[in-house]
């Protein structure tokens, strides 16, 4: 079973990606959605992360019922707190828009940044969010028009936007000054080609197929294998865990039908509600009973 022997302080390694099996797969993806309509395109993607990127918060259940004495936790004290902490979260986001899309980016940033290795241990939090902040960058500087269109959908103001492209275009030049010196070849590497990514792409589609097939793809790599030994059964916590997702984005999709949008655009926007909904309670989970190095009994 697997037990938490202290807080989460990075999943970092033995993250890296040593083939170019995911790299080909993300680029014959990004290839193929330039060659599709765009209505079609933006499906896939969405289809995309909800049935592989959403997916590595499924585990959260598993996760807080092994830590919490080793024993099994009751559903409705489980799906409770973690359903009202995706509707606080997705409150204040109406409420706040631009505060809360800033937290987001800043959580994510935090959480994204947990995956890579870094030399500089000192420091190693901080510099590991950079990178995480400079992975959400990327469209920024590539793609002003959309990125500001995207934000737009999602409540910020014309007049706050430009602090958001003075910052994204600070942080990728940071985290370029310090790549060679502080981040491991394979981290290296990735960085450079998550940045030729973000330019041959649409922000929406060169951020969901990083989130799919590359941060959802090493959080179910690094459990896969305790799964596989506790021989826990998962049918329960991810039976929960899918139907409060799916009752969170058909709330969402109700409550932004009633915006002036287009079908593609609420579709772009309630898939990032639901992402900044399904963070604080996933990144707490991870923060208080993740493990680096998970022991097994």
């Known amino acids: 079973m697997l037990i938490a022997n202290k807080k989460v302080q990075t999943n970092a390694q033995g993250n890296a990606i040593n083939t170019c099996g995911p790299y080909l797969l993300i680029s014959s993806l990004a290839i193929a959605l330039q060659l599709l309509p765009s209505d079609l395109s933006l499906y896939i993607l969405v289809g995309l992360v909800i049935v592989y ?18 024993r099994k936790t009751r559903f409705i004290r489980f799906s409770s707190l973690y359903l009202l902490l995706c509707m606080l979260a997705f409150g204040l986001w109406l409420a706040l828009p631009t505060l809360s899309l800033c937290l987001f980016l800043a959580l994510s940033s935090w959480h994204f940044g947990e995956d890579v290795e870094t030399n500089k241990e000192p ?20 793609h002003t028009q959309e990125s500001v269109a995207i934000l737009a959908q999602l409540g910020v103001s014309a007049s706050e936007t430009s602090a958001f492209i003075i910052a994204t275009g600070l942080v990728s030049l940071a985290a370029f000054i310090n790549l060679f010196t502080v981040f491991t070849r394979p981290f290296r590497l990735e960085w450079l080609f998550l940045l030729t990514l973000s330019y041959a792409c649409h ?42 997702t799916l009752l969170l984005l058909c709330a969402i999709l109700f409550i932004t039908y009633e915006q002036a949008l287009t079908v593609s655009s609420q579709l772009t926007a309630s898939l990032f509600y639901l992402l900044a909904a399904l963070t604080l309670p996933h990144m707490l989970i991870m923060y208080l009973y993740g493990d680096d190095k998970p022991a097994l009994e």
Do not use: E
């Not at 990127?53 to 080793?70: E, S, T, V």
């Not at 989130?211 to 459990?223: A, E, K, N, P, V």
């Open 53 to 70: 990127g959403l997916p590595h918060g499924l585990l959260d259940p598993w996760i807080f019922d092994q830590n919490i004495h080793q």
């Open 123 to 142: 420091y190693a939090h901080y510099l590991r969010a950079l990178y995480g902040a400079s992975i959400i960058a990327f469209p920024f500087v590539w």
């Open 203 to 244: 922000p929406f589609a060169y951020f969901a197929l990083y989130f799919c097939c590359l941060h959802s793809h090493r959080h179910i790599r690094h459990y896969a294998k305790y799964l596989a030994a506790a021989r826990s059964d998962l049918k329960a916590p991810l039976g929960r865990l899918f139907v409060l």
